[in-house]
């Protein structure tokens, strides 16, 4: 009879909420990347230049999941925050309205069709988006970016790696969402520049 009394006994303690038998679900908070371009377009840009696109993300930074290294100096997915969207999404999407903003052509599919109104192709490769939790935090953000011709051989232009470290005051979710922001708008300026420089210099050689 004992055991039986025992298990009626824990029954009525989980019934009165005494002994949790379960966790509580994960609260879970999604984030968005936003870059912000200040100032008018350049001036001296043919229209349609530069077809874009995110070609590749670094396997580890696919999904939605925050990717922290902590400061033992491993690596954890963060189960409480993610992204709205897969970075490669939320990327794109910044990229666009960044260079479409600085007078580049903004939209892109995803095709390699040639077009005489699209001369250039710009494929951005999303490398590293890290929140850096080991020492003093901060955002991490790492992409290359290569600029094609749309020729038979597909040859690469000019070739760029974009790394950018945004320290945030603390280990806070939302800072470091803001911080990986302003990493992107530092690497989209510079890669403004170097887009802008590599036709420049195309165009003088023509």
């Known amino acids: 009879m004992k055991p039986i009394l025992a298990a009626l006994a824990l029954g009525a303690l989980a019934i009165t909420g005494c002994v ?6 994960i609260e879970t908070k999604h984030y968005l990347l936003e870059a912000r371009r200040e100032g008018p377009p350049r001036e001296g ?16 930074y696919e999904g939605q999941l925050f990717v922290i290294r902590d400061k033992d100096g491993s690596y954890r997915s963060d189960l409480g925050h ?6 490669k999404d939320l990327v794109e999407e910044q990229a666009k309205a960044w260079m479409g903003s600085a007078g580049f052509q903004r939209a892109v599919e995803g095709s390699k069709t040639r077009s005489t109104h699209l001369p250039y192709l710009l494929d951005i490769h999303l490398i590293r988006l890290l929140g850096d939790f080991q020492r003093e935090p901060a955002a991490e953000v790492e992409l290359q970016a290569v600029l ?3 020729v038979v051989d597909d040859s690469p232009r ?18 470091l969402a803001e911080g990986w922001s ?3 708008e530092q690497a989209f300026a510079e890669l403004e520049v170097g887009v802008s420089e590599a036709l420049a210099e195309a165009r003088r050689r023509e």
């Open 20 to 25: 949790r038998l379960a966790k509580p679900p």
């Open 182 to 184: 302003q990493a992107l």
């Open 158 to 175: 000019r070739v760029w790696t974009l790394r950018q470290r945004v320290p945030i005051d603390r280990r806070d979710p939302a800072l």
């Open 148 to 150: 094609s011709a749309w």
């Open 45 to 60: 840009l043919p229209a349609d230049t530069v077809n874009l696109r995110v070609a590749s993300v670094s396997p580890g």
């Open 82 to 87: 993610r992204f709205l969207a897969p970075p």
